[in-house]
């Protein structure tokens, strides 16, 4: 299998034009092969379950907060979604050519481009003066999160720190999604000087060669990475236990409950309530 | 650049003698094989090492997808069919005038001699750029070399660009569009598809590698006209920079029925403006039902070069084309094959 394509240019220099697509079958694989492994360790293993009598106690214990709990905001979830249209219309309009279906994709393609983009640049502000924007990020301070929910994956019962307002894996995942997500979007807003568009004047010299293949690779990688990376978000967000989480991204919000029993109530501390309620 | 060697290239040579055999051999050696009709477009290819193939399935020797059969009023060419033959047939010139003309007016009658039918409508762009062996989007890079700020684009898009600006170089094919020609394919199992000439060529947009719809293990063994513009009144006209041997700058075929002065009915279709031939279905349905006259032909002409967006050195076309299409549709008695 091939990583990269190479070709030549007028001066006979050999340069690169892009990630080889047999990549794209790699990602596919990967994501198929990452879900049925998880899905089979789900059905499988001891996985530690939070316990109902836990959270019974829990729930009696705070029975001053609101029975809803905002998890995500109007504007949060459209930013979401928005984003969520166009990473799918772009991932099928890259991709749907390459694997034989024929239609007419570029415009398509930029015009999700920009939505993404668009999107990205209001998450950003929105997220930096609106949101607690260090909820979402993962650092050292969460080295005993991270211990402790490997630990209850592995069915051992642990008195150790549950998750803020984001699991673990939503903030790893959003790591994930930042790093190829700005890769993608970085290198194609480049790229949308090789077409024409009413945004960006056409100036097929704005790079060198080979400054333009690294930006077509980065684009390419970036875009194979997605395929893999959605794969999982989509198989996480229908999974059952974690079908609370999608909802509130549909709804806005979860049950005292919920949160309750997957929240460090401490980290994530919600008005309402009389005083922070215990950890379980 | 590429360069051009004396020998051809190694490649493996299959000649078959029917078109069963040639399409249990274009599919047993898929995208590896390269079908080879007359040889005018092929041989560039292979001699510049351009292109470099396994397999070539010469077709020379098919005897069943040569000729010119009548059917239904209308016409079935073999695809194997050479230029000179639908240039000089008989039945061809006398229903068909449009074809004819536009098959005589290709390159110079050696290469009419040679060349068929089914490769002058298949065969590729004349993109000089692509043709030198470069990277470009149509030869799977990432770049167009010749929409570029210092680019020779003389031949190249005014319409339909789409990354790649390299145009369609048939002459026949505007003709059979606007003959309303459909194109049979054929593919190994029995496979057969009719496309509506128009269908069978295809932009950058959809596919930028490819010039039409063949895809590998297809093969185009007839084109078929109908009787519907059979003894129309018909207009051919192609600008080159030579006036044999050359490919078109701008060409344009129109049929037309008319009653009293009247267009009651007309097909219109340029080529080397855009990477397929274009049917102007604006300019029909504006011209449809209105007087043949010189405000008429003047309206057509305004209405085929909308949206035109010419590269450094062709605006020219622009005008060419406008101009072109106001005499497909006024007429003229003078015949305007240069």
Redesign the interface.
Known sequence: MNFLTWGRNPWGQQILTHVSWDLLWASLFAGVMFLVAHASYMVLSAHHKYSESETDALEAANKSLPERIERHTFMARMFHWVMAASMFTLLFTAFLPIVGVRFAWVQWHWIAGLVLTGSIIYHIIHATFFLDFWSIWVGPKDIPEIKAELLRELGREVDAPKPAKYPMGNRLYHLAIVVVGLTAAISGIFMMARVRNFMISRNPYLLADTTWGFTYVLHGLAGVGLVGLVIAHVYFAVRPEKWWITKAMLVGYITRRQYLMHHDTRRWNVKGGSQPAGRA | ?AVIRDVMPVFELFQPATVDEALGLLERHGADAWVLAGGMDTFDWLKDRSKRVAVVVDLSQVGELRGVKEVDGGLEIGALTTLTEVAQHPVVKAKFGLLSEAAGLVASPQIRNQGTLGGNVSQDTRCW?YR????CYR???????A???TAINREHAILG???CVAVSPSDTAPALIALQAAMVIRRAGGGERVVPAEEYF??P???ITRMTVLRPGDLLTAIRIPATWANATFYFEKVRDRQVWDFPLVNVAAALKTSGGTIDAVRVAVGAVAATPLRLTTVEAAVTGKPRNIETAQLAGELAVDGA?PLRYNGYKVPLMRNLVTRAIRGTTTATTT
Not at chain 2, 139 to 145: D, L, Q, S, T, V
């Open positions: 650049m750029y030198s062996g470069w990277t030869a799977g890079g990432n770049i167009c070399y929409d570029t700020p660009a789409d990354r295809v932009g947009g959809l596919d967006q």
